[in-house]
């Protein structure tokens, strides 16, 4: 189903990081993210609700927006 709030969502196994994509352009790096959290956000119903209750802080994150900017 389509967020509202989240565009994208990736997930690396190999270093578990969690890249979420918001629709304002914003790009995180979610770290140490383990991979049944993962695929449950990828599953979520609701990726909004997911992600404030599973997410948000409670992982170490990095803002790399600026990283993929123009």
Sequence with gaps: MPSSVIRFVR?????????VTFVSGR???YEDVPPEVAA???AAR???TFFNQ???DRYVYRDITHEYAG
């Design 27 to 29: 790009l995180y790096v």
């Design 40 to 42: 449950a956000f990828k």
């Design 46 to 48: 609701s990726k909004g």
């Design 11 to 19: 997930y690396a196994p190999a270093t578990r990081e969690l890249k």
């Design 54 to 56: 599973e997410i948000r």
